[in-house]
């Protein structure tokens, strides 16, 4: 992305492979799991990230149905996370998308497609 280009870097966050990054009894409440991760997002954005940045925060399963807030746009995938969020960076062509996950198979996926990735760690610390 150029560095005068105005439109902001779309972050996508695989909400399961994040919340499921760090053993803290997360698969007892996944729904509030997925909140607390949009909470995070909200109030620290993407440490390290400069420039705006457009967050989505991918959910499914038990998860499905978190609510949105300011700064954080909320997707429940209707089947597949990862089929989602693939169709997610398709249609972001030309648009720089940073997907935050450690799921090899759709880190390749996405990177086919010209996404940057980065590990659980860029927004959860362990």
């Known amino acids: 992305m150029d560095a005068d280009d105005p439109t902001p870097t779309l972050v996508i966050v695989d909400g399961a ?12 409440d996944r729904r509030g799991a997925a909140e607390r991760l949009r909470d995070r997002l909200a109030a620290d954005g993407v440490p390290g990230r400069t420039g705006p940045v457009e967050i989505v ?17 909320v997707e429940s995938a209707p089947g597949s996370g990862d089929d989602h ?42």
């Open 57 to 73: 925060l991918v959910v499914e399963g038990a998860a499905r149905g978190v609510a949105p807030v300011p700064g954080v746009r």
């Open 17 to 28: 492979n994040v919340v499921g990054s760090v053993p803290d009894g997360w698969w007892r």
């Open 85 to 126: 969020m693939v169709a997610l960076v398709a249609a972001a062509r030309g648009r720089a998308v940073l997907v935050v996950t450690a799921d090899r198979e759709l880190r390749r996926r996405v990177t086919d497609l010209g996404a940057e990735v980065a590990g659980p760690r860029t927004v959860r610390p362990a």
